[in-house]
């Protein structure tokens, strides 16, 4: 079955940079595009980048773009999102995703921004 | 963007009860829409895409319906553990957007 782990997450302050990762099992993920989802504190979700299966192809939202890079690796089942220039707002849990349809999620990572 | 406005945002309901959620999108989206529960502290479940069909595992208690712009999400006979949030999704195009959810708690 889909196996979405998270990791990466923790306390930085504003202007910071943060990676997280997310490792993935249980299905062809060289041929599979992901997404990541942040949901802030009592909050619902909201969309932050998509990759495509072969890294080619990058979407992201206005909210975080130009700030945030996902990247992959398929060698290593492994999908990335870089977090640069960091901001309060931008604590949340990352959740990343995969799917056409409907997605499988992760357990999420805790990124808190905060001095 | 295409918005997606769930309605209600709260519903209080009891066990056995049949409840239904509308998820409404601000222009047409075919039937690229999925729907989702989740509980305090854990990810969102995936229950219903493509608009209607059922998730596999997930109970026949759910279904959905709906093209275009507007979509309802039934859940009936009520179990204890269906009490969540709820969220739709539009997979039209991007930026992917999410319903604000609708949180269904026990009456």
């Known amino acids: 079955q889909v196996q979405l782990v998270e990791s990466g997450g923790g306390v930085v302050q504003p202007g910071g940079s943060l990676r997280l990762s997310c490792e993935a099992s249980?299905?062809?993920?060289?041929?599979?595009?992901m997404h990541w989802v942040r949901q802030a504190p009592g909050k619902g979700l909201e969309w932050v980048a998509f990759?495509?299966?072969?890294?080619?192809?990058?979407y992201y939202a206005d909210s975080v773009k130009g700030r945030f890079t996902v990247s992959r690796d398929n060698s290593k089942s492994t999908l990335y999102l870089q977090l640069n220039s960091l901001r309060p707002e931008d604590t949340a849990v990352y959740y990343c995703?995969?799917?056409?349809?409907?997605?499988?999620w992760g357990q999420g990572t805790l990124v808190t921004v905060s001095s | 963007d295409i918005q997606l406005t769930q309605s209600p945002s709260f519903l209080s309901a009891s066990v056995g009860d049949r409840v239904t959620i509308t998820c409404r999108a601000s222009?047409?989206?075919?039937?690229?829409l999925a729907w989702y529960h989740q509980k305090p502290g854990t990810a969102p479940k995936l229950l219903i895409y493509?608009?209607?069909t059922l998730q596999s595992g997930v109970p026949s208690r759910f279904s959905g319906s709906g093209s275009g712009t507007e979509f309802t999400l039934t859940i009936t006979s009520l179990q204890p553990e269906d009490f969540a949030t709820y969220y739709c999704?539009?997979?039209?195009?991007?930026?992917?957007?999410f319903g604000q959810g609708t949180r269904l708690e026990i009456k």
């Open positions: 995703a995969e799917g056409v349809g409907g997605w499988y």
């Open positions: 249980g299905f062809t993920f060289s041929s599979s595009g």
């Open positions: 990759i495509r299966y072969d890294g080619n192809n990058k």
């Open positions: 222009q047409g989206i075919s039937s690229f």
């Open positions: 493509a608009a209607s």
């Open positions: 999704q539009q997979l039209n195009s991007y930026p992917i957007t």
